[in-house]
């Protein structure tokens, strides 16, 4: 039976910069399908929650640009279950907000809260241990998250240490590092003490919030006014006079580094964080010489370690080229070194200050 006092916040107002030109500000990643299965990556992460979140606890955070194309493609909930933030704040104000906001519908809400574009591939896993920690987190007043067994030296997560061990795959958290450099990463995989931090949380509604007045006074102070606001006709209103007036602080570091109440639950789920072109690469299917086409269609020549990505019905020969990443969308076409898409953000930012907002 699906618990009542079980709800999930999905913070979905990202702009996805890092899969530019793919990735557009006005459709962010979070709402393209990736993999061509006909569900955008907040559909997924939707579908999997609802299977153990009642449809009516699910609420999504996002951009007020959003509003339409969250109504489109998760029609099943209601307009009042899409918080819409009128400025980007990191995701301590957002959590702070949807949490004041289910306060008020249940004092007793146990909830977990999910980016919208991660991959799960082992969902009955995955789904298991997040009943078991609202279970949790409905019976301590401590802060849960979730750590994934790392099968590389990721320098693109972050690490979490574990310490004391709590029961089955529980431990209290020792550090959080935030992503280091190779060789740090190598000594973190050898050591066994650390695990990839999957930026999903699980906690009691009221364990949240004392940790929120405790350690982010500078947000608690701006939404804990509108105590006698949320759910009514004034909270937009409210909402958009005081979440511009919080810091641009993420959970991690203003409460998760600083609380000594935190706890990890940890698992091998077939988890990603599909954050960059390089890990949708790992995750796609290679030809002979390690060539991907996610979209589109190519043929290659003398090329090998490739990623390519195109609009539907478009075609790419490509011959010689080695560790690219061939990309099209709209009126953008983007061809650089695939190892080096972290400098995808300042092309981004290259393109905005010399010819304008039309190819962003």
């Given at each position: 039976?699906?618990?009542?006092?079980?709800?999930?916040?999905?913070?979905?107002?990202?702009?996805?910069?890092?899969?530019?030109?793919?990735?557009?500000?006005?459709?962010?990643?979070?709402?393209?399908?990736?993999?061509?299965?006909?569900?955008?990556?907040?559909?997924?992460?939707?579908?999997?929650?609802?299977?153990?979140?009642?449809?009516?606890?699910?609420?999504?955070?996002?951009?007020?640009?959003?509003?339409?194309?969250v109504q489109e493609q998760i029609p099943e909930i209601n307009k009042s279950q899409i918080l819409l933030e009128p400025t980007r704040r990191n995701t301590a104000p957002c959590i702070?907000?949807?949490?004041?906001?289910?306060?008020?519908?249940?004092?007793?809400?146990?909830?977990?809260?999910?980016?919208?574009?991660?991959?799960?591939?082992?969902?009955?896993?995955?789904?298991?241990?997040?009943?078991?920690?609202?279970?949790?987190?409905?019976?301590?007043?401590?802060?849960?998250?979730?750590?994934?067994?790392?099968?590389?030296?990721?320098?693109?997560?972050?690490?979490?240490?574990?310490?004391?061990?709590?029961?089955?795959?529980?431990?209290?958290?020792?550090?959080?590092?935030?992503?280091?450099?190779?060789?740090?990463?190598?000594?973190?995989?050898?050591?066994?003490?650390?695990?990839?931090?999957?930026?999903?949380?699980?906690?009691?509604?009221?364990?949240?919030?004392?940790?929120?007045?405790?350690?982010?006074?500078?947000?608690?102070?701006?939404?804990?006014?509108?105590?006698?606001?949320?759910?009514?006709?004034?909270?937009?209103?409210?909402?958009?006079?005081?979440?511009?007036?919080?810091?641009?602080?993420?959970?991690?570091?203003?409460?998760?580094?600083?609380?000594?109440?935190?706890?990890?639950?940890?698992?091998?789920?077939?988890?990603?964080?599909?954050?960059?072109?390089?890990?949708?690469?790992?995750?796609?299917?290679?030809?002979?010489?390690?060539?991907?086409?996610?979209?589109?269609?190519?043929?290659?020549?003398?090329?090998?370690?490739?990623?390519?990505?195109?609009?539907?019905?478009?075609?790419?020969?490509?011959?010689g080229l080695e560790n690219y990443l061939i990309s099209e969308s709209d009126n953008v076409i983007l061809i650089c070194k695939k190892d080096e898409e972290q400098s995808i953000r300042?092309?981004?930012?290259?393109?905005?200050?010399?010819?304008?907002?039309?190819?962003?």
């Amino acid at each position: 039976m699906i618990n009542q006092n079980n709800y999930c916040v999905i913070m979905s107002g990202g702009v996805g910069s890092r899969f530019w030109p793919f990735s557009r500000k006005t459709y962010p990643k979070q709402f393209l399908d990736f993999f061509g299965t006909g569900r955008s990556l907040l559909q997924q992460t939707f579908d999997r929650f609802n299977k153990i979140i009642p449809t009516k606890n699910i609420f999504i955070v996002t951009n007020e640009d959003y509003s339409n194309l969250v109504q489109e493609q998760i029609p099943e909930i209601n307009k009042s279950q899409i918080l819409l933030e009128p400025t980007r704040r990191n995701t301590a104000p957002c959590i702070a907000w949807a949490s004041y906001h289910i306060r008020v519908l249940n004092p007793n809400a146990n909830i977990v809260v999910a980016p919208s574009d991660h991959l799960i591939l082992k969902e009955d896993e995955f789904l298991n241990s997040i009943s078991k920690g609202l279970q949790y987190v409905a019976e301590n007043n401590n802060l849960l998250t979730l750590g994934i067994t790392p099968n590389r030296p990721e320098t693109g997560y972050g690490y979490i240490q574990i310490a004391d061990h709590i029961n089955e795959s529980l431990y209290k958290v020792k550090t959080f590092t935030e992503k280091p450099q190779l060789d740090l990463a190598k000594v973190f995989v050898e050591s066994g003490e650390f695990y990839w931090n999957s930026g999903l949380f699980m906690w009691n509604v009221n364990s949240i919030l004392q940790s929120i007045d405790q350690f982010l006074p500078e947000i608690a102070s701006k939404l804990d006014a509108g105590k006698g606001i949320y759910t009514t006709p004034k909270e937009k209103n409210f909402i958009q006079e005081n979440f511009p007036a919080c810091p641009n602080v993420s959970i991690d570091f203003g409460i998760m580094e600083k609380a000594e109440n935190v706890y990890v639950s940890l698992g091998d789920f077939g988890w990603s964080d599909l954050g960059t072109w390089g890990s949708l690469y790992d995750l796609s299917d290679k030809d002979e010489n390690k060539n991907v086409t996610l979209k589109g269609d190519s043929i290659f020549y003398n090329s090998k370690n490739n990623i390519v990505a195109l609009p539907k019905g478009k075609l790419a020969i490509i011959d010689g080229l080695e560790n690219y990443l061939i990309s099209e969308s709209d009126n953008v076409i983007l061809i650089c070194k695939k190892d080096e898409e972290q400098s995808i953000r300042k092309y981004v930012s290259d393109a905005q200050q010399k010819l304008g907002d039309d190819y962003i």
